[in-house]
Each structure stands twice: as structure tokens, then as C-alpha cells.
């Protein structure tokens, strides 16, 4: 059988340089070379059974040569690869190009060394788990403009080299939380234009070498600080076009976003789509003055987090179906516009003026005072001068008055 034959030294030293180098072995062979190889294989057993083959047999020089021929085509076979039919692939790049194909899943012969794969612009509706198991040397995948609308938490095992991942224009709903965990190399993910309302709040180590994250045109309405906070080398980050609630739980993010632009972070503009007072308004040019701490949720009997806060009132029952789902008024959270904000800005600028203002009052009434006093003096002294003139005649005449009497 051939099973007990063997090479020798000899034999196998010639086949090893048609071995292939480790890490680029191709786990699934192509069909025609398994109908070849079974084809060769059931013409031995053939010459096997006519020949009444035997343990000397193996020795044979012409058999041998074909054993070894035979050996080196799959070993050069398995390293050169094949190129799936509707894509072009380019052997000095590493790159293979299967975009605008239609094609509606990822071909499976795809060359084990491929570092650069572009699969945008297809119908790819669905990826199963290790769909890119054939290709473990992958750095860049654009899965972008396809039709996926879920992706299940195994689909990007195997991938360790990852560096860029762009799946955008797809339908993508949410995000699973183990997506990502087997991608540690991951440096730029682009999840643009789909319809994701919620991204996982932790994520886990996979996003710590991020310096790329591009999320608009989508869904969200709220956006974790944990998460952001997991990305601790983000240099972009993209966020417009998105239903951003402004409310009390976008504080956050804004908070953290002043710091990541103070530190030289690069990101465009988040405007509010609701509530209806800051509609249009840019989260960073809206005061912090204005955002109150969320209300925590009431201490209802019935409520599914049961929680006491301990309060001496007792809370307005709320409806059956609140007490069920644990949900609070949504309301309550949105922000409340005033009047008059109070800011340190406007309390100096306040104190200033009015200080200006009593100070010109105070140095128009000393002015008033100091006519008054003024015009007073001049007065009485007119007065008395005058005084004085009407009262000199009648003491001369009275002088003369004496001096004319008899003694």
C-alpha cells in the first residue's frame, strides 16, 4: 500500500524547496486540484493492483519520480495560488481588487500572501464567522457600499495584522461589543453612513491603537464617554450629521471633546437635532451653564433597577408600562433655556458698568454740590454788600444828629 511506503533522505531533501515557507499555507485546496490529485492517486493503485506492488516496490526509481513530481506541483501550486475569477490581483502590492463585481460573497480562493483586499461597491449582504480565514496576512479591507446589515462577533477572526477597516454604506443597525476583539492591530475604522443608533461602551483593548474614527452620517443620539475614553490615541474623529439629543447626557462628550481639542485631536462639528431651543446650534458653543445633572430615576416600588434614593416624599406612582420597562420621562433630561444664564463673564461685565455708572453719578452730584455751595457764597456775599451800603447813610446822619444837640 502506499501508505507503508516512505521516502528516504535523499527524496525528501529534493521536495524541500517546493515546500512552501511557513505562514502561507492554503488551508482549503481548489477543486481541481483535489479531482487531480485523486485522479493520480487512483492510477497508482491501479499500477499497484497490475503489478502486484509490494514493500520493495517503493524503491523503484521511476516511482519515486513521479511521487516527487507530483509533491512538487501541489507544493508550488499551494504557494503560487490562484486568483478568484472576478478580481485582479497584483503580486508586487499584495493587493487584490474584486470591487464593482456584484459579487454577493467573499470569493474563497483568495491568495493566501493578499495583504490588500477591496470588496466595495458589491451585494455582499451577509459574512459568516472566519470569513477571511484564507487570508491571514490581511492589513486593509474595504468592505464599503455592500449590503451588510449585521456582522456576527466572529467574522474578523484570524486577523491579527488588520490595520484598516472601511465599512461604509452599508445598513449596519449596531455594533457588538466582541466585534473587534480580534483585531488588535486595528489603526483606522470607518463606520460612516449606515444607520447605527448605539455603539458598544466597551469595546475592550482592540480600540486602544485607534488614530482614526469616522461615525456621520448615521443614528446616534448619544455617545459614551467610556467608549471615547477607550480610544486613548485617536488623532480624527468624525461625528457629524447625526441625531444629536443635547440634552443633560451629551455633557460628556462635550466635556471630553474640549479636551481632546486642547490636546490637538482633530474633529468636525456636532449639531444638535434636538431638543427644539438648540436645533442647528453647535454642542461646543453652547454654554455649560445651561446643562443641569440628570435626575436620577424615581424610587418606584414597582421599578425593575429598584433603587432608593432614600427620599422622605413619596414619589408619584408612575404607569404600569414605565414600571415594567424601567424607563424614565425623557423630558426631564431635556434643557431648560433661561432667561438670564447666570456667568461669571456677565457678573464681571455687570459690576464694571455699574461701577462706571456710580461713579459718574457720584461726580455729577459733587459738581451739583459744589455749584450749590458756590452760587450760595456769591449770593450772600452780594447780599451783604448791599446791606451794608443801605445801613451807611443812617449812621452818618445819626452822628450829626449828636453832634448838633446842646451839651
Known amino acids: 500500500m502506499l501508505t ?8 525528501s531533501a529534493l521536495c524541500k524547496p517546493c515546500q512552501p515557507p511557513a ?23 491501479l499500477r499497484e493492483v497490475g503489478y502486484a506492488f509490494h514493500e520493495k516496490a517503493c524503491g523503484d526509481s521511476a516511482m519515486k519520480g513521479e511521487l516527487l513530481l507530483l509533491w512538487c506541483a501541489l507544493a508550488l501550486l499551494r504557494l503560487a495560488g490562484s486568483c478568484p475569477e ?25 491568495p493566501p500572501q493578499t495583504q490588500t483586499l477591496l470588496l466595495q461597491d458589491n451585494q455582499i449582504g451577509q459574512l459568516p464567522a472566519f470569513a477571511f480565514r484564507s487570508v491571514p496576512q490581511l492589513t486593509t479591507l474595504n468592505l464599503g457600499n455592500n449590503s451588510l446589515s449585521h456582522l456576527a462577533a466572529g467574522v474578523f477572526h ?12 452599508n445598513s449596519l443597525h449596531f455594533l457588538e461589543s466582541r466585534l473587534f476583539h480580534s483585531l488588535p492591530q486595528l489603526r483606522e475604522l470607518d463606520l460612516s453612513s449606515n444607520d447605527i443608533r448605539h455603539l458598544p461602551t466597551s469595546p475592550g483593548k482592540p480600540w486602544q491603537n485607534l488614530t482614526v474614527f469616522a461615525v456621520q452620517q448615521n443614528q446616534l443620539q448619544h455617545l459614551d464617554r467610556a467608549l471615547l475614553e477607550s480610544m486613548p490615541r485617536v488623532r480624527l474623529l468624525l461625528l457629524k450629521d447625526n441625531l444629536w439629543k443635547c440634552n443633560c447626557h451629551l455633557l460628556s462628550l462635550k466635556l471630553w471633546l474640549e479636551k481632546f481639542i486642547y490636546k490637538g485631536g482633530v474633529t468636525d462639528s456636532v449639531i444638535c437635532a434636538s431638543p427644539d431651543p438648540w ?25 425593575s433597577r429598584g433603587q432608593q434614593l432614600g427620599s422622605a416624599h413619596r414619589p408619584v406612582p408612575a404607569s404600569p408600562e414605565s414600571h415594567s420597562l424601567g424607563e424614565r420621562d425623557p423630558s426631564e433630561c431635556e434643557l431648560k433655556p433661561k432667561p438670564r444664564p447666570a456667568s461669571l463673564r456677565h457678573a464681571v461685565a455687570t459690576v464694571i458698568i455699574t461701577g462706571v455708572v456710580c461713579g459718574i453719578v457720584c461726580l455729577m452730584m459733587l459738581a451739583a454740590a459744589i455749584y450749590g455751595c458756590t452760587y450760595a457764597a456769591l449770593t450772600a456775599q452780594y447780599h451783604g454788600g448791599r446791606l451794608a451800603q443801605t445801613n451807611e447813610p443812617g449812621k452818618m446822619e445819626g452822628k450829626e444828629l449828636c453832634a448838633g444837640s446842646p451839651a
Open 23 to 45: 505562514g502561507q499555507f492554503v488551508l482549503t485546496l481548489h477543486t481541481l486540484l483535489a479531482l487531480l490529485l485523486a485522479t493520480l492517486i487512483e492510477n497508482l493503485r
Open 4 to 11: 507503508e511506503c516512505a521516502f528516504d533522505d535523499q527524496t
Open 279 to 303: 436645533k442647528g446650534e453647535d454642542l461646543l458653543k453652547i454654554p455649560h451653564e445651561l446643562y443641569q445633572p440628570c435626575p436620577f430615576p424615581s424610587p418606584d416600588v414597582g421599578s
Open 86 to 110: 472576478k478580481c485582479r490581483c497584483h503580486s508586487s502590492s499584495r493587493s487584490v481588487d474584486c470591487s464593482r463585481q456584484g459579487l454577493a460573497e467573499v470569493p474563497q480562493d483568495l
Open 158 to 169: 484570524g486577523l491579527q495584522h488588520l490595520q484598516v477597516l472601511n465599512l461604509t454604506q
